[in-house]
């Protein structure tokens, strides 16, 4: 009837633990934020911003939140809605209830299928020396999603 309890976790476990995805600043589904708006950490939207929003993190969007404002973040999960431009430094995801009036630029980008984009796409990886050739940077994969380009013709 009763099982036994799972053993508490020791503070050098919880050390190891990966905290990055840790969330600072959560914009509540109520709350209406005018302005600049910019932080170092992870930020959630559940409601409404206008105005820029920058972090050098992540920036999770979640579906029903709306966002009027050129967006710049390391990386960007999209739920919800955008009017503006998007730029991730690293990878760009759309799920099928995202909304973009504006263009982005990222170096990843994944879309799900129901995914709305009106703008133009800007992607890092390609290009063009002065004698107009064009190059691809191929972006591999290593351990831990870490990003090793290189160059091609």
């Known amino acids: 009837m009763f099982q036994k309890s799972s053993p508490d ?26 302005g600049d708006f910019s932080s170092e950490g992870n930020i959630l939207v559940k409601g409404t911003v206008s105005g820029s929003v920058k972090t050098s993190r992540l920036l999770t969007v979640e579906k ?5 404002a050129n967006v710049r973040a390391g990386s960007a999960f999209i739920s919800g809605e ?13 799920t099928s209830s995202a909304r973009i ?26 290009t063009i020396d002065s004698s107009g050739v ?11 999603e870490d990003v ?6």
């Open 64 to 68: 029903g939140a709306r966002i009027f």
């Open 148 to 153: 090793d380009f290189v160059e091609t013709e």
């Open 134 to 144: 064009e190059k691809k940077r191929v972006a591999r994969l290593k351990e831990k």
């Open 101 to 126: 009036m504006g263009d982005i630029s990222c170096t990843i980008l994944a879309v799900e299928a129901g995914a709305l984009l009106q703008g133009k796409v800007s992607m890092k990886g390609i």
């Open 9 to 34: 976790i020791t503070l050098s476990q919880y050390d190891t633990v990966d905290h990055s995805q840790e969330v600072e600043t959560v914009v509540g589904p109520s709350v209406h934020v005018e």
């Open 82 to 94: 955008i009017k503006g431009n998007v730029k991730a430094t690293d990878k760009l995801e759309l």
